[in-house]
Structure formats: C-alpha cells, structure tokens
C-alpha cells in the first residue's frame, strides 16, 4: 500500500510563494510516477505537474509553466511543488498522487492515478 500527505498550504498574497511537500509511504513509491492536481469549487480536477520514478522526465499543465516546478527527493520519500508568482486563479485544494503502472512519461490526467493523498490548501488572495 502507498500512502501520501500532503503539507505546506496556506494563504499568500498574489505574487507570492508556496512549497509544497507530499510525504510518501510504502515500497511501491520507489518506481511510480508522482503528479500534483488541483480542484477548486465547482471546477474538475487537473492536472498541474507530474515527475518520473527517477525524477529527470517533468510535465507542467500550460497555466503553470514557468511558475512552478515539481521535483523529488527519493532518499526522503517526498515529492515537492514550489509556486512562484501565485495567482488568484491559482487558489485551489491541492493534491499529490501516485501513478503504481508507471515510472516515465507520467499522465497528466487524475483517472490514471491510483494513490492519493488527502489535499492541502492554497488560496491566493488579489
């Protein structure tokens, strides 16, 4: 079993930033492609970033790129979402997942993810 939490939510200023942090358990961790989805109220989830097993391969949803960066430290089973230049729009339960049947070319879409932590939240104030 893999289990994740997720921390480092809070509320910021429009153009400020957040790290977050998605703590992983579980051996299966050590091979699986791990993203971060959003959802805001009355919005489906998407996608914003995924990172490989090895954490060289990293997708970014279009309306994060060059904000935000995902990366991995495996030796401490975490996975990180730094958030630059927040924006309102940005504001946003956030959650971090594990993809078990991959390790490379990580989806973007939620359905292929089968690990999930329970969220954290960012709100980005105008």
């Known amino acids: 079993q893999v289990q994740l939490v997720e921390s480092g939510g809070g509320s910021v200023q429009a153009g400020g930033s957040l790290r977050l942090s998605c703590g992983v358990s579980?051996?299966?961790?050590?091979?699986?492609?791990v993203g971060w989805f959003r959802q805001a109220p009355g919005k489906e989830r998407e996608g914003v970033a995924a990172i490989s097993a090895g954490g060289d391969i990293t997708d970014y949803a279009e309306s994060v790129k060059d904000r935000f960066t995902i990366s991995r430290d495996n030796a401490k089973r975490t996975v990180y979402l730094q958030m630059n230049s927040l924006k309102p729009e940005d504001t946003a339960l956030y959650y971090c997942?594990?993809?078990?049947?991959?390790?490379?070319?990580?989806?973007?879409?939620?359905?292929?993810?089968?690990?999930w932590g329970q969220g954290t939240q960012v709100t980005v104030s105008s």
């Open positions: 997942a594990a993809d078990l049947a991959k390790t490379y070319w990580c989806s973007m879409e939620f359905r292929s993810y089968n690990s």
């Open positions: 579980g051996y299966s961790y050590r091979s699986s492609c």
